[in-house]
C-alpha cells in the first residue's frame, strides 16, 4: 500500500513570502510525482509533475525531487491571495495522494 | 488541451433513487479513469479504476453492485450511484489518463441524497 504523507497544515503565509509544502512517500520504487491545487469546492488541478531528481521550475512554482530521501516538494514564490488553497501531492500514475496542506496566504 | 467534462456538476436526490455521473475526455483518448470520492476536509478517496472495454476494478471496501462504473469508449465513462443513500452523499470525481500518464480531473460531481 502506497502511503503518501504531507507537512501538516494549515499552512498561513504573508503575501510576497515564500510557501514551502513538503511530502514523503513510502514506495522507493516510485518514479512519478505530481503536485495538485484543490481550490474549496473544486476538483484537483494539475500544478507541477516532476519525475527525475532535483529542481523543476514553473513561473513561481519549483518542485524538488530527491528520490535518496523519499522526499518531493513544492516551493510557491512570492505568494499571492489567489494561492490560497489546498495543495496535494500525488506519487505515480495511480495517484496516492497525500492528505493535503492548506495555505492561505495573508494580503 | 486536456479537459475533461464532467456533470451533471449537482444533483440531489431522494433516497432509493439512481443517479448517473458522466465523465468526457474532450480533447485525448483517455486509457484510463478514475473514480475519487470526497467527503468534506478530507482527501480523495480512489473508489476504482477502469480501462476501456474492462471491468472496473474496485478499491477494497467499495461496493462493485452499488457503484457501477462503464467505460465503453476512450473518451467516456460513467458512474451510477444506485439506490442512493445520505450516506452516499459527498463529492465525486472522476480522472482520465491519457498518454502521457498525467491524470486530468473533472469537476466533480456533489451529490446530495435526500
Known amino acids: 500500500q502506497k502511503e503518501v504523507e504531507q507537512n501538516s497544515g494549515p499552512l498561513s503565509v504573508p503575501e510576497g513570502a515564500i510557501a514551502s509544502l513538503n511530502c514523503t512517500y513510502s514506495?522507493?520504487?516510485?518514479?512519478?510525482f505530481f503536485w495538485y491545487r484543490q481550490y474549496s469546492g473544486k476538483s484537483p488541478e494539475l500544478i507541477m509533475s516532476?519525475?527525475?531528481?532535483g529542481d523543476k521550475e514553473d513561473g513561481r512554482f519549483t518542485a524538488q525531487l530527491n528520490k535518496a530521501s523519499q522526499y518531493v516538494s513544492l516551493l510557491i514564490r512570492d505568494s499571492q491571495p489567489s494561492d490560497s488553497a489546498t495543495y496535494l501531492c500525488a506519487v505515480d500514475y495511480k495517484l496516492s495522494f497525500g492528505a493535503g496542506t492548506t495555505v492561505t496566504v495573508r494580503a | 488541451g486536456a479537459v475533461v467534462s464532467q456533470h451533471p456538476s449537482r444533483v440531489i436526490c431522494k433516497s432509493g433513487t439512481s443517479v448517473k455521473i458522466e465523465c468526457r475526455s474532450l480533447d485525448f483518448q483517455a486509457t484510463t479513469m478514475f473514480w475519487y470520492r470526497q467527503f468534506p476536509k478530507q482527501s480523495l478517496m480512489l473508489m476504482a479504476t477502469?480501462?476501456?472495454?474492462?471491468?472496473?476494478?474496485?478499491e477494497q471496501g467499495v461496493e462493485k453492485d452499488k457503484f457501477l462504473i462503464n467505460h465503453a469508449s476512450l473518451t467516456l465513462s460513467t458512474l451510477t450511484v444506485t439506490s442512493a443513500h445520505p450516506e452516499d452523499s459527498s463529492f465525486y470525481i472522476c480522472g482520465s489518463q491519457g498518454a502521457d500518464n498525467i491524470q486530468y480531473f473533472g469537476a466533480g460531481t456533489r451529490l446530495s441524497v435526500l
Open positions: 477502469s480501462n476501456e472495454g474492462s471491468k472496473a476494478t474496485y
Open positions: 514506495d522507493r520504487g516510485s518514479q512519478s
Open positions: 516532476i519525475y527525475s531528481n
